[in-house]
């Protein structure tokens, strides 16, 4: 059983950096695929980004190419979403997640353990 916790949401102003943490327990970490999601106000839930468990590879989805990176070290079990650039429309609950295996997906169901959320707020 893996244990996420994310860290680092807050209210921030558009344009401003944001970093936020995920800290995970319970498993071999470079052993999984970690992925952010996030779900907007009104909204489902939607794919942000995903790393492969040795960091060599990682997925976007559209809208937060060039602004978001992904990176995981997995020395501290850790995986991080490095947000610049930040607009209104990213205003939303951050989640990670880890999936088993070695194939980075976009798909919630492919997820087997959450984290709680972390709230974002970009005020314009």
């Known amino acids: 059983q893996v244990q996420l916790v994310e860290f680092g949401g807050g209210l921030v102003q558009a344009g401003d950096s944001l970093r936020l943490s995920c800290a995970a327990s319970?498993?071999?970490?470079?052993?999984?695929?970690m992925g952010w999601f996030r779900r907007a106000p009104g909204k489902e839930r939607e794919f942000v980004a995903a790393?492969?468990?040795?960091?060599?590879?990682?997925d976007y989805v559209d809208f937060v190419k060039g602004r978001f990176t992904i990176s995981r070290d997995n020395a501290k079990n850790t995986v991080y979403l490095h947000m610049n650039n930040m607009k209104p429309e990213d205003t939303a609950v951050y989640y990670c997640?880890?999936?088993?295996?070695?194939?980075?997906?976009?798909?919630?169901?492919?997820?087997?353990?959450w984290g709680q959320g972390t709230q974002v707020t970009v005020s314009s």
């Open positions: 997640a880890a999936r088993g295996g070695l194939l980075l997906s976009t798909t919630i169901r492919n997820y087997d353990y």
């Open positions: 790393i492969s468990g040795n960091g060599i590879t990682t």
């Open positions: 319970g498993g071999t970490f470079s052993a999984y695929v």
